[in-house]
């Protein structure tokens, strides 16, 4: 029986993807093993969303290529779809294909394998045993002048409901208690189809699926966030009061050089509108440091919006110049000095922020999906897990909870973490 490693860098819809993947080599009873195995082969899973990530996906090649000498490495992925040639000229590299269903087929052929082609319709379930990634769209047309991922995934597809519904139901079966809603771009549910089913009557089907704990959104773009879906969170107990709203840039002339289509007073209204229904919502953000033209006072407006904000978590990342787009044809580019100043700036902010939203819950119960644990010294159990604003909460306890929903009293934060401890373990 052959061994594979599986190795995924990414977002979480290339996470899924490489689920996928690892789903359709063990239906051939290839078993997967972990980095620091003795693999027959390797399957990588690249992303090409910055230079950066470009480069971490090479080096990972040729570093697995030196640890297993001989290996045939396979290769797929985002990066596939802009330079498929520069990855199979790496060593080790014995095949390269964009497409998951013929990187599969590549496999098969090459490795002599007597069995029929993968089945990939069948979803495949997360490793995570509480929090399952379901992918229900793929493809974006938004085109923001710093991105390429339009120009390597151009084609708008959406899951049909049935299947969406069939699988969530599948997972909760499976033991999962939260489903994490993916996609690409995951609002543009539903355009490519004529049934007239669109994200909202997803997520409302979703909600109702018998068993599920709860239900969360990846990510969703500002200007597409429906009064439907607030009314949703406000309705639902099982809807996360939890929105990831990329913003990007706090200022309107590099929000337009962004092509973002959408001003900060424009951000700032739906934050309001949002937290007129839900006052404690957590929000979540993505930031890009030192934007072409960034100005002094442009990149103060991205941090005097994101105090006015208050987000719960920042990711912040610097500029990287990505050939092919149009921002890599904008002037005024900012010195890498300059450039990685204002990311630690990002950065400090995010973490005052994240403490400022985390110390709301001093002193009350939340609860907390346990995702890990691990034996204590005193024989008890460390434990970690998210509540339903996405925030990491650690506590001890006496017997294992994984993949329980437990309540937990906060004693003290940090900007990453909250701990706690169960109500009946201290005083009232």
Known sequence: MKNALMVTLGCKTNQY???????????????????????????????????????KCRQLIRKIARRHPGVPIYVTGCYVCRESGELASL??????????????????RDEHLTCAPADLEAPPTSRRRSRAFLKIQDGCDSFCSYCIVPHVRPTLFSEPLERVLSEADRLVRAGFREIVLTGIHLARYGVDRSDGVG????????TETQGLLRLRLSSIEMPELADELIELIVESPVLCPHLHLPLQSGDDRVLAAMNRRYTA???LDTVSRIRRSIPEISITTDVIAGFPGETDQAFENTLGLAREVGFSKMHVFPFSLRPG??????????????????????????????????????????????????????G?????????HYLRVRFSTGTDLLNQLVGVRIESVTPHVMEGQLPEAGPS
Request: charged share 30%; glycine share 10%.
């Open 380 to 388: 008890g159990f460390l434990s970690s897990g998210l509540t339903e």
């Open 265 to 267: 007073a424009d951000f």
């Open 199 to 206: 994200l909202i009557e997803v997520i409302r089907r979703l």
């Open 91 to 108: 060593d080790g590299v014995a095949g390269v294909a964009a497409d998951k269903r013929e990187l599969l087929d590549m496999i098969r």
């Open 325 to 378: 787009t149009p921002a890599a044809e904008l002037p005024h580019c900012l010195p890498a000095r300059i450039i990685t100043g204002r990311k630690k700036r990002l950065l400090r902010l995010a973490d005052e922020l994240a403490l400022a939203y985390k110390r709301r819950f001093l002193g009350k119960t939340v609860q907390v999906l346990v995702e890990e644990t691990e034996a204590a010294q005193d």
């Open 17 to 55: 993807e490489g689920e996928m993947l690892l789903q359709g080599l063990r239906g051939w009873g290839i078993r997967p093993v972990e980095d620091g195995g003795s693999p027959d082969l390797v399957v990588v899973n690249t992303c090409t969303v910055t230079v950066r990530a470009d480069r």
